[in-house]
């Protein structure tokens, strides 16, 4: 009898061998899943992306919200996480409206997606300027620092791992969301689907990540409407001229003594004699 596909856990034990100051020892150590997982939409391929078997709904959500193929979760009338030989399908539905908008942005397409773009349609999409984010929030500067530190607690993965991204949803009221995956992109997707499919406002918080910032995850941020990135390693220039252009506030470096602020430092109220503008 052909036993059916299942969905993999999201962690599986290691047996290494480890050596350490001249002596052989045998270790144990628990490592994240990757697996392919593919999204698909009215029965047609869109991408394959090699993500962490968790949160899956969140993931497909937030990746159609931030490629720019849905406008809101409601544009999908149907998912469904479907265990396949080779990896998991989000198999989903869109509005009339949606598909119509989605089959003529393939039309476009020139030739075949290429992986080094992860399912990005050609240059133009992958390079395309961040939505514009507008929004009136500020946040004190010791509530960001307080959400970094809060963040780790709520890393479950990664405490187990020590090999997983996270990406957290800050509002002004303290809550946070928190969302994990092998791959930086792929936390932020999960995380914008978590907020969208909550009904929350993305522009009423900030987005945390425990990675670099690259252009993407600005383009990412932005279609949220979020005002407010932070993260805890440095961004790239082009990141830095991105933010600056979509209105968005950048901060980075972010450490438990404070961060540095690269774009739009008015929304941050900090505790010292200089408010900068």
Same mark, same amino acid.
């Given at each position: 009898m052909e036993i059916a596909p299942k969905i993999p856990e999201p962690t599986s034990p290691a047996t290494p061998?480890?050596?350490?100051?001249?002596?052989?020892? $045998?270790?144990?150590?628990?490592l994240p899943e990757e697996t392919a997982i593919a999204l698909t939409y009215n029965r047609v391929s869109f991408a394959v992306m090699m993500a962490t078997p968790l949160d899956l709904e969140d993931f497909a959500t937030g990746f159609s919200?931030? !490629? *720019? #193929?849905?406008?809101?979760?409601?544009? #999908?009338? !149907?998912? !469904? #996480?479907?265990?396949?030989?080779?990896?998991?399908?989000c198999r989903m539905s869109l509005t009339p409206a949606r598909r119509e908008a989605l089959e003529s942005r393939r039309r &476009?397409? $020139? *030739?075949?997606?290429?992986?080094?773009?992860?399912g990005i349609d050609s240059l133009e999409q992958a390079v395309r300027p961040a939505r514009p984010v507008e929004s009136l929030l500020r946040m004190q500067a010791n509530m960001i620092a307080e959400g970094f530190a809060r963040m780790a607690a709520l890393q479950v993965l990664n405490q187990q791992t020590r090999a997983v991204h996270a990406a $957290?949803?800050? @509002?002004?009221?303290? &809550?946070?969301?928190?969302? !994990?995956?092998?791959?930086?992109? @792929?936390a932020l997707d999960k995380l914008i689907g978590t907020v969208a499919r909550s009904g929350a406002d993305g522009a009423h918080g900030a987005v945390l990540l425990t990675s670099r910032i690259s252009i993407e995850l600005i383009q990412k941020t932005a279609m949220? *409407?979020?005002?407010?990135? $932070?993260?805890?390693s440095v961004p790239t220039a082009r990141a830095v001229r991105e933010a600056e252009a979509a209105g968005l506030t950048l901060i980075a470096v972010a450490r438990d003594d404070g961060f540095e602020i690269f774009t739009h430092p008015g929304r941050i109220l900090m505790d010292t004699k200089t408010q900068l503008d």
């Open positions: 061998v480890i050596w350490r100051r001249g002596v052989i020892s $045998a270790g144990l150590r628990t919200l931030s !490629e *720019g #193929i849905i406008d809101s979760a409601t544009d #999908i009338t !149907e998912l !469904e #996480i479907l265990p396949v030989e080779t990896g998991i399908e &476009k397409i $020139a *030739g075949p997606v290429g992986c080094g773009l992860c $957290a949803f800050l @509002n002004p009221d303290g &809550k946070i969301i928190v969302r !994990e995956d092998v791959g930086r992109h @792929n949220l *409407g979020t005002p407010i990135l $932070a993260a805890i």
